[in-house]
């Protein structure tokens, strides 16, 4: 699968990507996803890591690894497989909590690639953001089901997606001294009277369908069936989805800084200066090497993080510290490649600049890499220093 998806992503993505610099709205956006699906699903390769029940390939975290790898490859390539963030968590999470009948209305159709759908969590302050008790949208038991209110933003895929799945305080007071309180996560249709996408907010990346949105939920109703899980159960939750998702991002990453380092040792081959190739000088030579020992390090963390999880574990240490090494030295392999190809590196030109553009934000999201490493750290005082507090 892992070659298959070579070849597709070589033979219809990159010619797309490249003529579109990785806009994904230039390029077609909704119908381009749908195009790239069609032809990922005559390859028998759309949603790999979905249940076979619901038409997906039913891979595990170690399998799915170098197939992912193949699709981040190209910035479009996991939209083609229906692998990108925020689909494919939201796959995984449905797939492990949803009721048979949430698994027909929302699962089988976005394995499918049906429809899309968002995870809507962050919110502006003084709401959650690194610190999910911060939570402030609410949702309050009503006859049938609750009502929504809140605000969020950042919600990745949130123009166009057909639901959204939405964390609400249901107990407990934001950031409250009794600890977090209790969150649930509510099944939203796009179209919930009082559900607003208000705006996509600018940021630097340009690849993702539907992109990064402002939202309000005004007394939207959610009936008492579309409760994902249990009702405070949502934080709990939050964690079956993040161990996996973050480890999906490292996989579609790897991809896309291997192929930046891959045309910068190119470059690098080709290109004479001061009597011989750029790729014999002691100084490139150690960014070359450098690229290499951070990708071959990212996949042993990956790994081994996959290896836990795909044997029932939660992996929350193995996780944490794959996605803070993955997540800079990744953002440093793209940062060699875009110096070692000088001013090509930051031209339209090479694909290096776009990736470097897409990957920045990786070290914010699915936890900043100073709240992976608070986290690392008070875990290891508690083992080393039988610290309990
Ligand atoms: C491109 C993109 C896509 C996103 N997609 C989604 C999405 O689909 N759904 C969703 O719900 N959210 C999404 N987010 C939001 C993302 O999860 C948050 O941005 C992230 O959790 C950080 O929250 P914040 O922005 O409120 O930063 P804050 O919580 O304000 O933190 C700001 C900075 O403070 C520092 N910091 C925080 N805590 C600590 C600590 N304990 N120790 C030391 N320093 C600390 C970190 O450097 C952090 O970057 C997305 C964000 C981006 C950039």
Not at 309 to 327: C, M, N, P
Request: proline share 5%.
């Amino acid at each position: 699968m892992a070659a298959a998806t070579r070849e597709l992503v070589r033979r219809e993505v990159i010619p797309i990507e490249d003529e579109y610099d990785g806009d994904v709205e230039a390029a077609g956006g909704e119908t381009l996803r749908r195009d790239l699906q069609a032809k990922a699903a005559a390859a028998g390769l759309l949603a790999p890591h979905g249940p076979v029940d619901c038409g997906g390939r039913g891979l595990g975290m170690v399998d799915r690894a170098p197939v992912f790898e193949e699709a981040g490859w190209a910035l479009f390539g996991p939209m083609a497989l229906n692998i990108n963030a925020p689909d494919e968590g939201n796959i995984h999470l449905l797939d492990h909590v949803a009721t048979a009948s949430q698994r027909e209305r929302f699962l089988r159709p976005l394995v499918a690639g049906e429809t899309r759908s968002a995870f809507a969590m962050t919110e502006p302050a003084p709401g959650a953001g690194a610190d999910p008790s911060m939570l402030l949208t609410r949702a309050t038991k009503v006859d049938g089901g609750w009502l929504l209110n809140g605000h969020k933003w950042f919600i990745t895929g949130a123009d166009g997606a057909g639901f959204f799945i939405v964390m609400a305080r249901t107990s407990g007071e934001p950031g409250g001294a009794g600890g977090a309180g209790g969150a649930t996560m509510l099944l939203a249709p796009a179209d919930a009277p009082g559900l607003e996408v208000v705006r996509h907010i600018g940021t630097v990346d340009r690849s993702m369908l539907g992109g990064h949105c402002e939202m309000r939920f005004t007394d939207v109703f959610v009936p008492d069936d579309d409760v994902l899980g249990g009702v405070d159960e949502g934080f709990r939750y939050a964690q079956v989805r993040l161990g996996p998702a973050r480890m999906t991002h490292v996989m579609r990453w790897t991809g896309a800084a291997r192929r930046a380092h891959e045309v910068a040792v190119r470059h690098v081959a080709g290109r004479e200066a001061f009597g011989g190739r750029l790729a014999d000088l002691g100084m490139m030579q150690q960014m070359i090497a450098d690229n290499e020992i951070d990708l071959a390090a990212t996949r042993a963390l990956l790994l081994a993080a996959c290896r836990e999880l795909d044997d029932g574990g939660r992996a929350s240490e193995s996780t944490s510290i794959a996605k803070t090494f993955a997540a800079e030295a990744l953002h440093r392999v793209v940062d060699r490649a875009t110096q070692m190809c000088g001013g090509l590196g930051v031209s339209r030109d090479l694909p290096v600049a776009r990736i470097a553009r897409e990957i920045r934000p990786f070290r914010i999201y699915d936890g900043p890499s100073e709240v992976h490493r608070w986290s690392i750290a008070r875990r290891a005082v508690r083992r080393l220093a039988g610290d309990a507090r």
